[in-house]
């Protein structure tokens, strides 16, 4: 969860926004592999690295791209049949 207290949230909020999806893929990346050099690299820290990726994708999908998906499907109409 990306859920973190307060005083971590300072630092790491005041980061520049990327404007395009090259520059959040960019910083992404650079976030990522300054966490893999951090400590020890091994096949733990490639893992908790995945795992958080992967965490914050899933997050992503349900708190944005769902709310936003069911908010088409109530203005446009659904695509699928009911499946009971």
């Given at each position: 969860?990306?859920?973190v207290d307060?005083?971590?949230?300072?630092?790491?909020?005041?980061?520049?926004?990327?404007?395009?999806?090259?520059?959040?893929?960019?910083?992404?990346?650079?976030?990522?592999?300054?966490?893999?050099?951090?400590?020890?690299?091994?096949?733990?820290?490639i893992n908790?690295?995945?795992?958080?990726?992967?965490?914050?994708?899933?997050?992503?999908?349900?708190?944005v791209a769902?709310?936003?998906?069911?908010?088409?499907?109530?203005?446009?109409?659904?695509?699928?049949?009911?499946?009971?």
């Amino acid at each position: 969860m990306p859920y973190v207290d307060k005083d971590s949230r300072f630092e790491l909020e005041n980061l520049r926004t990327p404007k395009n999806a090259g520059e959040l893929n960019y910083m992404i990346t650079k976030l990522v592999n300054a966490y893999l050099k951090e400590e020890d690299f091994n096949y733990q820290r490639i893992n908790d690295a995945l795992g958080a990726l992967e965490g914050a994708k899933l997050e992503l999908y349900r708190r944005v791209a769902v709310p936003y998906e069911n908010s088409k499907i109530a203005l446009n109409g659904d695509v699928y049949d009911k499946l009971d």
